[in-house]
């Protein structure tokens, strides 16, 4: 039988602590040296089996010094569903919900920075992560860990998070995932993202070795005992576009739910343009991850907002099955994402579709100092 070499090395350690423990307390009785062999102590006592990174601070305002102030000129009501839109740093938002909906959210889809050095992921509002810092992986596990704690709060106790991700960060989210929700509250889904039957449009990047025609999805439950999904709707895998939508269980290969260029496609739609600096997700994915894992009345949330394809999903959503659910939208407003994309798209397809939706605006505001 194999011993574990790691668990004697910390009992030993532990051991020489203890004598030393005893020879100060002898000795000098020093309360400083004490103090550093406890500080010792509890380092060699968190080390365990799982993901091991530098945490990173980032400036943590705390829940009571910041408000949300309400931008009432942008607010639209056509008397319907309640939604609402929050501008800024989404810990500082999480913190700020976390007052009113702890346990609440039925439902979060997320699409994070996929810190693949494309300038995408602002670290502390001013330090872009730069792929070739040797921490990047800690910085990006280190920004995710305090947002998806949080989330967990957030949830509901059948509650889901869908996490969007590519091969950059899939190991190290699988494992904070399964650090935070548990290893049996963790599953991994592919998305095809591209199709040539939805990618009339794909612009092709260069080619390394391999094509990338993938993606996941990692989904957190709160507690997998508690959550039973409805089926999907969509084509069945592989057939045309006349082919109509039929009701399945999800599948790990998320099939039909359209690709990245289709998404972009459907900005197109709004914005008379695809290029737009955000890449978006298709509307047909998300509408299938609310539609599976709540009912009709469900509140969920996106605080990696962008383009507000989840807000736009729930509401075509709401329109197909006369649902009430309403969307809690995240997003900082880094080239005035916030107002010209996100808040843009919310309006004009809640106008063009006559969704029967309203939205508020919200701005996160500190009050430190005041
Ligand atoms: C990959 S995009 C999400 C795209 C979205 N799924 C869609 O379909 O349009 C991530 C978004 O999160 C925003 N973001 C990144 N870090 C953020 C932070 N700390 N707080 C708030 N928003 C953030 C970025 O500005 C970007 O718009």
Redesign the pocket.
Known sequence: MSSNISKKKKKNLLKKILILKDFINKNTKDPTLIEYLLEIEKEINEKRYGLLFEEHIEEIISANNIILSEVKELSIDVGGNENILIEG???AALKVLEQEYRGKIDVICI???YNTGNKT??YNDYDYIDFDDEYSHSKWLSFMEKRLNIAKELLVSNGVIFVNIDETQIGCLILLCEEIFGEQNVDVLIWPKTDPKYDKNRVEKPIFNVKMAHEYVVMCYKNKTNTHFNKMIRRPNHSDFKTPEQPFYMESILNEIGTTSS?KDELHETFGSRDIY????PRKMIKEFVRVAAGPNAIILD???????TGHAVMDLNKEDGGKRKFIL???N?NN?CIDITYERLKRVIYKDNYTENLKYFKIESIQGL
């Not at 605080?303 to 394809?309: E, H, L, Y």
């Open positions: 740093e989404n810990l699409d994070p920075p992921l602002k998404a955000v890449t978006p997700k605080f990696f907002a962008g383009s507000g394809t995240v997003t900082n880094e994402i």
